[in-house]
């Protein structure tokens, strides 16, 4: 099976804004509902964002009003804008289908300097 494929990670000031991306096959894409899932170093692999194939969004109190998750079903791809970044932000960011079907794909890192 395909894993997803993550990018634009990065190094930040607290304050700023990333823009993540995942490309997934389409057998891991369509119809289902897509999440974005982070891991700090220590710490369980945690959903910040969930967006079902109609577009309707979820997301945990950490990160409501910060970050917005979005896809583009055309493309088989999920964004996530991450805005007014804290460095509690920091981690690896992954995307999977919610709940998590697919295999992990290789992430993206995410350092939020203070």
């Known amino acids: 099976q395909v894993q997803p494929v993550e990018s634009g990670g990065g190094l930040v000031q607290a304050g700023g804004s990333l823009r993540l991306s995942c490309a997934a096959s389409?057998?891991?894409?369509?119809?289902?509902?897509m999440g974005w899932y982070r891991q700090a170093p220590g710490k369980q692999r945690e959903l910040v964002a969930a967006?079902?194939?109609?577009?309707?969004?979820n997301y945990p109190d950490s990160v409501k009003g910060r970050f917005t998750i979005s896809r583009d079903n055309a493309k088989n791809t999920v964004y996530l804008q991450m805005d007014s970044l804290k460095p509690e932000d920091t981690a690896a960011y992954y995307c999977n289908t919610f709940p998590a079907l697919a295999r992990w794909g290789q992430g993206t890192l995410v350092t939020v300097s203070s």
């Open positions: 967006i079902a194939e109609g577009g309707s969004t």
């Open positions: 389409g057998s891991i894409f369509r119809l289902k509902t």
